[in-house]
């Protein structure tokens, strides 16, 4: 799980051995930690991008909004998960 304080990004939940792997990366780059995350993000984020948008599209069609709706309530922490079954006028929404 991530949160955000202060523009500040917090994540839990990380294994001992993702920790580890992580400290070693950022060793032998000479960086801190939190700046070897950001640039592995960096590069991250654009892959999964494209997949994203087509993931946010089926999600934004299952609740009947727009997609841009969909990122301001995810945004905004105001995004539900719903159940699978459930569909736009379905009492399980």
Avoid at 24 to 30: L, S
Avoid at 37 to 51: F, M, N, R, Y
Wanted: no cysteine; net charge negative; hydrophobic share 40%.
């Amino acid at each position: 799980m991530a949160s955000m304080k202060d523009g500040q990004l917090f994540i839990s939940g990380l294994s001992e051995w993702l920790i580890d792997k992580l400290n070693i990366i950022a060793f032998v780059n000479g960086r801190s930690v939190a700046h070897q995350v950001g640039i592995l993000l960096d590069a991250q984020i654009p892959d999964v991008e494209s997949d994203t948008e087509s993931k946010l599209q089926y999600l934004a069609e299952k609740r009947g909004i727009s997609v841009a709706e969909l990122k301001r309530q995810i945004l905004t922490g105001e995004a539900k998960r719903l159940p699978p079954e459930a569909t736009v006028g379905n009492d399980t929404a």
